[in-house]
């Protein structure tokens, strides 16, 4: 199986929404494996026009029409750049008070776009394989969070459990919701349904508005597929092999009885195999395996010391800060191995932050996320790479951009880090000790941090062991909780 990593809900011009659909797919082969830009399409029970929600109603029919009118192109567009470095798929949003937002994915380019006032039956008159995915599902109910009363597994087979919204695991899951739709409500939490019975697989999305799919730091989705194509990516989501990422690309494998995250397992056994890997990108906090929503096994990170025997390193160089709100600032960067090797360097790019338009026109502003951010170079002695950034949007709201490299070596590996002209020369072992940072200019800054290496150790938690039976229906689930705030959610294996 191959770890795919993907983004299946954002959004750019092509309703309400800023950038260029070409940008936005530019910017997910850059850095995706797979991804779904999502028009808004319709809004079955929209509140009555009235003096106070007139804006609100001709702002989203606008939306609506626009898509409308250029779906032939829209879906045109994005089946011509379906291929061997990115694979996409066909999609379009329904909001509603009634079920919940759902968008509808496709691996088919005919999906037609239909009004219809459910999930059910937008999937089944779609005529085509599809699936709806419910989004942002922590809202009060009746305000576009999720129904769980109407809920029906066998149209809607994954929850997006994180996005730009925020969290919706649980009420005292990290991001809570601070949107202008409402804080996060315990009704409508991932663990509520599971507490129900239904059984659904774990996504992250973005719900970006400006076309940047996979902007770091605003969810991702991750699947275990046979290659990547669409076809096995869509068996996989099918299967519900997938599971949940905040930020950093956390490698989760996670089996009960030998059956993978999303399975289904049909057997009497009384004892219970669970095995786990988890290998994240910064030191870890802790992992914790559930059963029926009860932690019955926590790996505690800071017991995590670095080992002689490690041959395997990571460290990021993250980049940012400054005064420039508008005007993208340039960042070149380069990174020399000696006595070493990279295994590996992995992007987090953001683009523009931008979650809901603030205008009925957005129209003008298909550049807004034309940002060229990629690796240049990725090679066993070197990794070379380019990204932009602008000014965060609170202390406490980063819009910095970073790599991540993960090398083989020793303590006595030497490393070139060249950022902007600004040129370091250290060993593995001097990193490990500390990082360090970096200004450009001397007041109001852009500026870089070089932070400090870690060993294999340190970023990485495993084990089996055996559990025994509760009920007919026991179901267990992983979340990954890493130092830096970035969390896994890993789908559920679910018994009857």
């Given at each position: 199986?191959?770890?795919?990593?993907?983004?299946?809900?954002?959004?750019?011009?092509?309703?309400?929404?800023?950038?260029?659909?070409?940008?936005?797919?530019?910017?997910?082969?850059?850095?995706?494996?797979?991804?779904?830009?999502?028009?808004?399409?319709?809004?079955?029970?929209?509140?009555?026009?009235?003096?106070?929600?007139?804006?609100?109603?001709?702002?989203?029919?606008?939306?609506?029409?626009?898509?409308?009118?250029?779906?032939?192109?829209?879906?045109?567009?994005?089946?011509?750049?379906?291929?061997?470095?990115?694979?996409?798929?066909?999609?379009?949003?329904?909001?509603?008070?009634?079920?919940?937002?759902?968008?509808?994915?496709?691996?088919?380019?005919?999906?037609?776009?239909?009004?219809?006032?459910?999930?059910?039956?937008?999937?089944?008159?779609?005529?085509?394989?599809?699936?709806?995915?419910?989004?942002?599902?922590?809202?009060?109910?009746?305000?576009?969070?999720?129904?769980?009363?109407?809920?029906?597994?066998?149209?809607?087979?994954?929850?997006?459990?994180?996005?730009?919204?925020?969290?919706?695991?649980?009420?005292?899951?990290?991001?809570?919701?601070?949107?202008?739709?409402?804080?996060?409500?315990?009704?409508?939490?991932?663990?509520?349904?599971?507490?129900?019975?239904?059984?659904?697989?774990?996504?992250?999305?973005?719900?970006?508005?400006?076309?940047?799919?996979?902007?770091?730091?605003?969810?991702?989705?991750?699947?275990?597929?046979?290659?990547?194509?669409?076809?096995?990516?869509?068996?996989?989501?099918?299967?519900?092999?997938?599971?949940?990422?905040?930020?950093?690309?956390?490698?989760?494998?996670?089996?009960?009885?030998?059956?993978?995250?999303?399975?289904?397992?049909?057997?009497?056994?009384?004892?219970?195999?669970?095995?786990?890997?988890?290998?994240?990108?910064?030191?870890?906090?802790?992992?914790?395996?559930?059963?029926?929503?009860?932690?019955?096994?926590?790996?505690?990170?800071?017991?995590?010391?670095?080992?002689?025997?490690?041959?395997?390193?990571?460290?990021?160089?993250?980049?940012?800060?400054?005064?420039?709100?508008?005007?993208?600032?340039?960042?070149?960067?380069?990174?020399?191995?000696?006595?070493?090797?990279?295994?590996?360097?992995?992007?987090?790019?953001?683009?523009?932050?931008?979650?809901?338009?603030?205008?009925?026109?957005?129209?003008?502003?298909?550049?807004?996320?034309d940002i060229d951010s990629k690796i240049i170079e990725a090679g066993e002695d070197r990794v070379r790479w380019q990204c932009f950034s602008v000014k965060n949007v609170s202390p406490l709201h980063p819009l910095t951009s970073a790599v991540i490299l993960e090398l083989e070596g020793s303590p006595d590996t030497e490393l070139t880090i060249d950022v902007n002209g600004h040129v370091q020369n250290m060993t593995v072992a001097q990193l490990m000790r500390g990082g360090y940072s970096n200004?450009?200019?001397?007041?109001?800054?852009?500026?870089?941090?070089?932070?400090?290496?870690?060993?294999?150790?340190?970023?990485?938690?495993?084990?089996?062991?055996?559990?025994?039976?509760?009920?007919?229906?026991?179901?267990?689930?992983?979340?990954?909780?890493?130092?830096?705030?970035?969390?896994?959610?890993?789908?559920?294996?679910?018994?009857?």
């Amino acid at each position: 199986m191959k770890l795919l990593w993907g983004d299946i809900h954002n959004h750019c011009g092509i309703t309400y929404g800023y950038g260029s659909l070409k940008n936005a797919l530019a910017r997910a082969k850059s850095h995706l494996d797979f991804c779904a830009v999502t028009g808004h399409a319709m809004w079955p029970d929209i509140p009555e026009r009235t003096p106070e929600t007139a804006f609100v109603v001709d702002f989203h029919q606008a939306g609506f029409r626009k898509l409308y009118d250029h779906w032939d192109q829209v879906a045109a567009q994005v089946a011509a750049a379906n291929g061997p470095d990115l694979v996409t798929f066909q999609a379009y949003e329904m909001h509603s008070s009634e079920y919940g937002d759902h968008h509808i994915v496709s691996p088919d380019d005919s999906l037609p776009l239909i009004y219809r006032d459910s999930p059910a039956a937008l999937r089944r008159d779609s005529g085509v394989p599809a699936l709806t995915v419910c989004h942002h599902i922590g809202y009060t109910p009746g305000y576009r969070g999720i129904n769980w009363d109407k809920f029906d597994e066998t149209v809607t087979p994954l929850i997006e459990v994180c996005s730009k919204h925020g969290c919706g695991m649980s009420e005292t899951a990290p991001y809570p919701y601070y949107h202008n739709m409402g804080p996060r409500d315990s009704r409508n939490t991932v663990y509520e349904g599971l507490r129900r019975g239904y059984r659904f697989g774990f996504v992250g999305s973005t719900d970006h508005h400006a076309g940047f799919p996979g902007s770091y730091g605003d969810g991702k989705m991750a699947v275990w597929a046979e290659e990547k194509s669409r076809a096995a990516i869509w068996e996989a989501m099918l299967a519900r092999r997938t599971y949940a990422v905040t930020g950093d690309r956390i490698r989760c494998e996670f089996t009960v009885n030998g059956a993978p995250m999303g399975a289904v397992v049909r057997d009497g056994s009384t004892l219970r195999r669970v095995s786990y890997r988890v290998e994240g990108c910064y030191n870890m906090d802790k992992v914790v395996i559930y059963k029926n929503l009860r932690p019955i096994r926590i790996d505690e990170g800071l017991l995590c010391l670095p080992s002689p025997a490690d041959r395997r390193y990571k460290f990021r160089v993250e980049m940012g800060w400054g005064d420039n709100e508008t005007e993208l600032y340039r960042w070149l960067g380069e990174v020399s191995v000696r006595n070493g090797r990279v295994l590996d360097v992995e992007p987090c790019f953001r683009g523009r932050s931008v979650l809901a338009p603030s205008s009925a026109n957005t129209d003008g502003f298909d550049d807004v996320n034309d940002i060229d951010s990629k690796i240049i170079e990725a090679g066993e002695d070197r990794v070379r790479w380019q990204c932009f950034s602008v000014k965060n949007v609170s202390p406490l709201h980063p819009l910095t951009s970073a790599v991540i490299l993960e090398l083989e070596g020793s303590p006595d590996t030497e490393l070139t880090i060249d950022v902007n002209g600004h040129v370091q020369n250290m060993t593995v072992a001097q990193l490990m000790r500390g990082g360090y940072s970096n200004h450009m200019k001397p007041y109001h800054s852009q500026a870089f941090k070089v932070h400090p290496a870690i060993s294999r150790s340190q970023y990485t938690l495993g084990g089996e062991f055996t559990d025994e039976k509760q009920t007919e229906t026991d179901f267990y689930h992983m979340e990954v909780y890493q130092a830096n705030g970035s969390c896994a959610f890993v789908s559920p294996v679910y018994f009857e």
